[in-house]
């Protein structure tokens, strides 16, 4: 597979920072806002907005303790009768709970937005926000399902049949994202449509 970098731990760091001044001026300051992360990646990218919130904003820094949670979706999946073995996460919400709360749900990246139907699904059995937001890092497009992010750091147009890959320092040792294209040799050979 030939591989491609699209983005390194600079613009990752560029690309939540611009996310966390998106929440905020959304919502017109940090009051009522909840991050809830979809394991794994999606909440080591909720971490790491929780820290880049703390530092613009004194309100947001006060009740940290109050504002980030992780949300997992893995039961409310629809594929999970189609052998896609994942192992559940612990779901973590905020002391004071979502009821009434603006609640973005953070993940890292938006393809067919199965998902991000999983985590509305999930939702429901733990309150009723106020609204539910969306920021992921990477928007690659090919929606399955009529759902789009708020909060987007890059969008990449891709293939259907490319991969993109993030890893993050906390849980691959680097942060990067990473297209993958199939080898040509995988391709079918010939022009024609049949």
Known sequence: MGTRTVLQHPDITRALTRIAHEILEANHGASDLVLLGIPTRGAVLAERLDRILADIDPEWAAHRDQRLGTLDVTMHRDDLGHGIGRAPHRTTIPRSGIDGKVVVLVDDVLFSGRTVRAAL??????????????????????RELPIRADHVGKNL???????VTLRLTETDGSDEVVIEQPDEQQQPQGGGAA
């Open 121 to 142: 699904d999930a939702l429901q059995g733990i309150g009723r926000p106020r609204a539910v937001r969306l920021a992921v890092l990477v928007d690659r497009g090919h």
């Open 157 to 163: 147009p891709t293939a259907s049949d490319e991969r």
